[in-house]
C-alpha cells in the first residue's frame, strides 16, 4: 500500500485519513511458519514543516500458524494500534526509523512490524487442546492408558545400566 501525502505536504498541520490493505510476506518465528492475511490499515497522517508525516492508526489482520500443542493449523487475530514518524530524506536503510522520499509512503515495513508485534506468543486451536497423541506402545509406569512419551529413552537407559 501506498500511501499518497501530497496534500499534507502541501498543508502542514491539517489532518488526512486513509484506510486500504497491505500484504504482509510469512514470517518465520520461533521455527514456525506464521502466514498473515492482507492487512487493514486505517487512520489520520499530517504533515509538519518540514515534511516529516506523522501517521496514528489500528492495523488488523488474521494470522495463521501451527497449534503449539497438537500442531493443527489455527489462527489468530491480529491487532495493533500504531503511532509513527515517517522521515523525509531520512536513511531507509536506518531500521531505527521510517523513512520516506518524494510523495508516497510505503506501508509494507510498518504494517509487518506492527502485525508480528501483535502476534500471540503461543498460537492454540482451542485453550484447553490437550496436545500430540503419542502412538508409543509402552504405557507410563503405574498409569495404565497414558502412554509414555520417553519410553525409547527408558529402554536406551536400561541397556546402559545392563552392560
Do not use: W
Request: proline share 6%; glycine share 8%.
Amino acid at each position: 500500500m501506498k500511501l499518497n501525502v501530497s496534500e499534507a505536504l502541501a498543508q502542514p498541520g491539517r489532518e488526512f485519513r486513509f484506510s486500504g490493505t497491505q500484504a504482509i510476506a510469512d514470517q518465520e518465528i520461533s521455527g514456525d511458519l506464521v502466514r498473515i492475511d492482507d492487512a487493514e490499515l486505517e487512520g489520520n497522517f499530517l504533515s509538519d514543516e518540514e515534511g516529516n508525516i506523522s501517521l496514528r492508526g489500528t492495523i488488523r489482520a488474521i494470522a495463521h500458524a501451527p497449534c503449539a500443542n497438537c500442531l493443527e493449523e489455527t489462527e489468530a487475530e491480529v491487532r495493533n494500534e500504531f503511532d509513527e514518524t515517517f522521515i523525509r530524506g531520512g536513511d531507509p536503510e536506518d531500521p531505527e526509523i521510517f523513512a520516506y522520499e518524494g510523495h508516497e509512503i510505503e506501508m509494507d515495513r510498518l504494517a509487518m512490524s506492527y502485525a508480528v508485534m501483535a502476534l500471540p506468543i503461543r498460537f492454540l486451536c482451542r485453550e484447553d487442546c490437550p496436545g500430540l497423541s503419542y502412538q508409543d506402545t509402552e504405557a507410563a509406569p503405574g498409569q495404565p492408558g497414558i502412554q509414555y512419551p520417553f519410553a525409547g529413552l527408558r529402554q536406551l537407559l536400561d541397556r546402559n545400566e545392563e552392560v
